[in-house]
């Protein structure tokens, strides 16, 4: 399973969402509460391009994105596959 990431925000209902979604997938996380965490929130910035909003989600090095963007991986059957809950469909030729 790859590592996943989440910098949210107490009082978020995004955040919540999409934290939802990944316990009911068992996917374990690491969460950082950048309203309480100064240095993780200017680490969020840096990682995010500049981006404010939360939750933002990382898995891997690749950046997810918000809950919405989390739910529409999930709805287009890609999310497992990222996460590393199922094997990759593409196929390297040797």
């Known amino acids: 399973m790859n590592p996943v990431e989440i910098y949210t925000w107490a009082t978020?209902?995004?955040?919540?969402?999409?934290?939802?979604?990944?316990?009911?997938?068992?996917?374990?996380?690491?969460e950082y509460p950048v309203d309480i965490d100064e240095d993780a929130y200017r680490e969020m910035l840096d990682r995010a391009n500049g981006q404010y909003t939360v939750p933002q989600i990382f898995v891997g090095d690749r950046r997810i994105g918000g809950s919405d963007?989390?739910?529409?991986?999930?709805?287009?059957?890609?999310?497992?596959?990222?996460?590393?809950?199922i094997e990759s469909?593409?196929?390297w030729a040797a």
């Open 12 to 30: 978020c209902p995004y955040c919540r969402r999409a934290k939802q979604l990944l316990d009911r997938k068992g996917v374990a996380y690491t």
């Open 69 to 85: 963007d989390l739910y529409r991986l999930e709805q287009a059957g890609e999310l497992d596959e990222i996460l590393g809950l």
């Open 89 to 91: 469909r593409t196929r």
